[in-house]
């Protein structure tokens, strides 16, 4: 039991990662970044290239060397969103909606490719792994890196909910996710401000990236692609837009999800997570916390 | 809108996929190949996943297939004409095989040599059969694919239900007392899984459980519990390398600790890296025999690392190989016509191929499948039994 829950809780930090960039892009300019699953994909790989260099030039402990990746990983993918945004997402953000969902798509494979191209087709073995053996709880196996996750996705989800609870900017983008126009006739740059949500949810999918990248040893270009759909899954099941949605669901999916296993088999693994997005999006198309929270965000 | 957005994804990725398929259908036809001729080169067309979770694979086949077409024309050719290979994407995906293999028919191919995944190999031999062209499946080896009893598809590796026995074989010697077994659902792993249960349990193996995972998820925890819960000594994965790889790493983690045996999708160099130097104990495979474990293919090996920069890959082998077949068919034949040429190679006798002497059955499969049981050591797959014995 306790075994399930665990399982279920690491698989569900980074469902809530992911799915918290996704949340917080719907939530403000209303759009399905359907390549924030690749910005994960791109974190793994970024997080391989620089400990690749990291390693070559000074010895560090493996440890503060996993640390300091994390941290340059998730400057350079937050660095990518935005670069995305303003590339690709800006000079259409006031065409139809369809046009924005598509070049969404296109970003997705271009993505995938591009690395695919840079990286080649095989998985690559990432060079440090958590792996620190495991402890034993009630019973229940349970490894140091599922532990390390659950911290570290546990702490990036606090500072986050700081971030836009408390701070200046954390304001201006509660405010534009309710009226973007009052925003901006309130003096809200409006364009900074939508570039840092970028910003934020793509350095959090790099870092679950880089994790992931830590905890399984090997990175492949279409990593990216399952758990892009399994956060959307996530933040609709907590609210979409709804930020502690996404944490909620993405720890709500990874709970389903190893309960379904081990209720009904491996087999029914995506049966029953999809299932679950059906049923939520017929019943309660607002999430979780969708209806009660009024305020996006 | 959120509903509708998941839609218009897979409405847009069909709309791309047809589109695509369209165009490859119309680009033979208004160009100006127009089917099979008796003058020119003799053209081999290919399918192998290029694109998609099992790409790496395709670029094996691709190169396997091209070593054998630069020897044939460097000693001068087929019937006196030049060889040449064409290759097209399955994506290991049944819709875009099936537009490749109509690619490949109006591109004008005389003999068609690949196919990768069962799923995606399957729908295409009646394609090149009412086209007239004779096939030679490199890697796939589903039990399906020789349920059509088309005459003139031949499989160079050994079929699922031959890899199945060899797995019950070594399961006995080791003396497993409960067998977990693993796929992630595609055509092949799973029809290996079957087949292993099929022959397993009358020859009195005790298989626990079986489960299924998602090839492209990397978190098995789930799966791995239920390894450890169940008591198995014994699993048999038949999934491809990252999935087992990554399931041999989770379930040793949790406490595993029995023997871990992965089908021939599985046994690739990788395998070491992916599943960590701590869990490299005690890891089998059942496989067919690879260049760098035969005697005397150091020539062979030499020149492909000479014209790729890279080490042979799972399946190099046996694309050399079908092409080959394919090639002393013709020449036997004396000309590409599908049947002279599906007539010739049900009578090779002991043709020579890397899997060892080939001769096939009236089904296009080889009479002795060669599949041995190797052994993961020192990062590296070497023959461990070959269950001759």
Known sequence: MIQVIVNGLSVGAFYALVALGYSMVYGIIKLLNFAHG????????????????????????????????????????????VLMERVAYRPIRHAPRLSLLITAVGLSFALEYGVRQIFGPKPSHFPVQIDAGSVNLFGATITTARIIVILVAGVLMVVLSLFVAKTRQGRAMRAIALDAKAARLMGIDVDRTISLVFFIGSALAGAAGVLAGAVYGTIDFLMGFIIG????????????????????????????????????????????????????????????????????? | MTKNSLVQRLVLATAILS????????????????????????????????????????????????????????????????????????????????????KLVSAGIHLAVGGYCSGSTLPTEQIFYSNGIPQVITAANGSQLIEAGLDSVFLVNGLATQQAQSAVKFAQKQGAQAIFT???????????????????????????????????????????TAIVGSGADFVFCTAYVQPCALLNQQAKQYGFSGDFLIGDGAVDAQFADL??????????????????????????????????????????????????VMAEGVRLAGSTDRQAVADAIHG?????????????????????????????????????????S
């Open chain 2, 182 to 224: 693993v796929d992630d659902g595609d055509a092949y792993p799973k029809g290996l899984t079957d087949a292993f249960a099929e022959y397993g349990q009358p020859a009195g193996l005790n298989i626990v459980a079986h489960e299924q995972i998602n090839k492209a998820e990397k978190d098995f925890g789930s799966v791995a």
């Open chain 1, 229 to 297: 759909i399994k956060a959307f899954t996530a933040a609709v099941i907590g609210g979409i837009g709804n930020l502690y949605g996404a944490m909620l669901g993405g720890v709500a999916l990874g709970l389903l999800e190893s309960f379904g296993v081990a209720w009904l088999g491996g087999q029914w693994r995506d049966v029953f997570s999809f299932l679950c997005l059906i049923l939520f999006l017929t019943f309660r198309p607002t999430g979780i916390l969708g209806g009660r929270v009024v305020e996006r965000m």
């Open chain 2, 19 to 102: 589109t695509l398929a369209l165009t490859a259908c119309s680009g033979g036809v208004g160009g100006d190949q127009n089917g099979p001729n008796d003058e020119g080169p003799i053209r081999i067309g290919m399918l192998a996943p290029l694109t998609g979770s099992e790409s790496v694979y395709g670029t094996y086949l691709r190169n396997g297939a091209e070593m054998a077409v630069e020897e044939i024309n460097a000693q001068g050719g087929l019937l006196g004409r030049p060889v040449e290979l064409v290759v097209e994407d399955d994506g290991c995906d049944a819709q875009m095989a099936t537009a490749g293999a109509t």
């Open chain 2, 348 to 388: 090779l006798r002991g043709f020579d191929l890397f899997s060892g002497p080939a001769t096939f059955t009236d089904q296009g499969v080889l009479a002795d499948s060669s599949f041995v049981i190797v052994v993961l050591k020192d990062g590296k797959f070497v023959l461990f039994d070959d269950l001759k």
């Open chain 1, 38 to 81: 690749d910005i994960y994909m791109l974190g793994a790989y970024v997080g391989f290239v620089v400990l690749g260099a990291l390693t070559s030039w000074l010895s560090l402990p493996t440890a503060l060397g996993l640390v300091l990746v994390t941290l340059v990983t998730m400057a350079l993918t937050g660095g990518a969103g």
């Open chain 2, 275 to 324: 599943t960590g130097a701590a869990y490299v104990e005690r890891v089998y495979g059942t496989f067919t025999q690879t260049p760098d474990m035969l005697v005397g293919a150091e020539q062979w090996l030499a020149s492909y690392q000479a014209k790729f920069g890279a080490e042979p890959g799972p399946y190099t082998t046996q694309a050399y190989d079908g092409v080959r």
